[in-house]
Nanobody, 119 residues
Framework: QVQLVESGGGLVQAGGSLRLSCTAS????????MGWFRQAPGKERDFVAH????????YYADSVQGRFTISRDNAKNTVSLQMNSLKPEDTAVYYC????????????WGQGTQVTVSS
């Protein structure tokens, strides 16, 4: 089992930046692809970003491409999401997820961290 804990959320003004972190415990996630998702009030959970187990490949939703950067530190068992040029529509609960088989199906999820962007 893998436990994932997100941190780094908060309140920021539009145009600002936040860095989210996801720390894994229970086992190493070095062989897992990882993803970030978000869910705004009243909406479904949406894909944000994905990173391969090695960090060599990354994928982004169109809505965040060029503003967000996903990265990982396998030695520290962490994954991060740097969010720049934040917009009010980025307001959501952000979730970290682990993909055991690198097939864009996520087996483990964190509890989420709230990001609120004020206009």
């Amino acid at each position: 089992q893998v436990q994932l804990v997100e941190s780094g959320g908060g309140l920021v003004q539009a145009g600002g930046s936040l860095r989210l972190s996801c720390t894994a415990s229970g086992r190493t996630i070095g062989s897992y692809a990882m993803g970030w998702f978000r869910q705004a009030p009243g909406k479904e959970r949406d894909f944000v970003a994905h990173i391969s187990w090695s960090g060599g490949r990354t994928y982004y939703a169109d809505s965040v491409q060029g503003r967000f950067t996903i990265s990982r530190d396998n030695a520290k068992n962490t994954v991060s999401l740097q969010m720049n040029s934040l917009k009010p529509e980025d307001t959501a609960v952000y979730y970290c997820a682990a993909d055991k088989n690198s097939v864009f199906k996520y087996d483990y999820w964190g509890q989420g961290t709230q990001v609120t962007v004020s206009s």
